[in-house]
């Protein structure tokens, strides 16, 4: 494969004090969930990453390639520069799912304080980005996940949803990036 210039590398999900996502309520009738004044209430951003990086196994929905069913299943995985990043078997039904639709959905295992992403999976391929997602991946789960030579994913988050149970609704809280 011809090696990508600079200009042609995909842009990498890193989100800055100044470039963090708007944070608002979800859309959700019949929850009591209002509108926000002042920001009272809703989520900071930096809350996703602290619950993202505790949780050690995640909840990976895909879309059944040809059947258009939902397939969820368990995985493990790092949170890295606002991306969520998981490998799995290139024969798993999670890979086919993805390589025919990448369109999903990963959730943390805490329900009590929930955090649900959903975005597009695509293969991360870049080496030095490769190297720092092994970095994390090594110190959470005592391995390399390029150990395994199997595909390993990216999740850009196209909305973030964010439920704490005990202050719900009025901390439930949306980003959309």
Known sequence: MPKRSSSQRPARAVKTAKSQPKA??????????????????????????????????????????????????????????????????????KCQNLSANPACTITNDHGEEAVIIEGMATPAEDPAGLERVAIVYKKKYKMDPRSMREPIFMVRPKTVFGFIEKSFPKSATRWKL
């Open 24 to 93: 608002d309520r979800p859309f959700a009738p019949g929850y009591g969930i209002v509108g926000v004044e002042n920001g009272k209430g809703l989520l900071p951003w930096a809350w996703v990453a602290k619950k993202m990086n505790r949780c050690r196994t995640f909840w990976l929905a895909t879309i059944h390639a040809g059947q258009g069913r939902p397939h969820v299943m368990p995985v493990w995985g790092v949170w890295l520069d606002d991306a969520f990043f998981f490998s799995t078997g290139h024969k798993s039904r």
